[in-house]
């Protein structure tokens, strides 16, 4: 039987990552495989080329839907430093806020994709419902649960709520409890690891 390629993929986006195998079998054996990656490649950069700086900020939260906020904020802070401009410390503080709400956000989803891969349904659902706390407070900063377009060029889009800090203070306490009572009986007491 001659050699032959065949493609093994593109996977899809719902899985660990986007990307294709070509590999070359002869009969059962693979002889040859060339990874093709940059299925996710969607032009950015060359748009961005021709927009007002201020207006690449929307983009760039469209890079990755669960922590949009961190590629808004790196964009902002390299067009800030490309132009010497000097961010306000209020700015500053509540980018940081953000950032932070963002990055449990993000590794809620993290560990709630782990669960189903530990056989943990449980898992994953725990985790989202925790997740939508830290949400509801990016969305109550920002107007808007996913892609906030929150950062901008100099500070951020609005400043905080009333009574924010009193929600946040609620929410993360409402999470450290499940955290530390909850959470360790389903992931780290799991079959897989005994």
């Known amino acids: 039987m001659p050699e032959f390629w065949i493609n093994m993929g593109p996977q899809h986006p719902m899985t660990h990552g986007l990307w294709n195998m070509k590999v070359k079998v002869d009969g059962e054996t693979i002889t040859d495989a060339k990874p093709e990656i940059g299925y996710l490649h969607r032009g950015y950069e060359k748009i961005m080329e021709v927009r007002e700086f201020q207006k690449n900020v929307v983009l760039t939260d469209r890079l990755c839907y ?12 390299a067009v800030e430093k490309m132009m010497g401009i000097e961010t306000p410390e209020r700015g500053q503080w509540i980018r940081v806020i953000a950032l932070e709400l963002q990055r449990v956000a993000s590794h809620l ?3 709630a994709s782990y669960g189903p891969d530990l056989g943990l349904l449980t898992g994953l659902l725990w985790c989202l ?3 939508e706390l830290f949400l509801d407070l990016i969305q109550l900063m920002s107007g808007a649960r996913m892609n906030q377009n929150y950062p901008r060029v100099g500070g951020v889009r609005n400043d905080l709520p009333e009574n924010f800090e009193a929600m946040c203070k609620r929410s993360i306490e409402h999470f ?5 009572n909850e959470y360790p009986q389903i992931f780290q007491e799991s079959k897989v690891f005994r």
């Open 176 to 180: 450290l409890e499940k955290v530390k």
């Open 129 to 131: 419902r925790e997740r």
């Open 66 to 77: 669960v922590s949009s906020i961190t590629w808004s904020h790196a964009y902002c802070l």
């Open 109 to 111: 989803m993290w560990l």
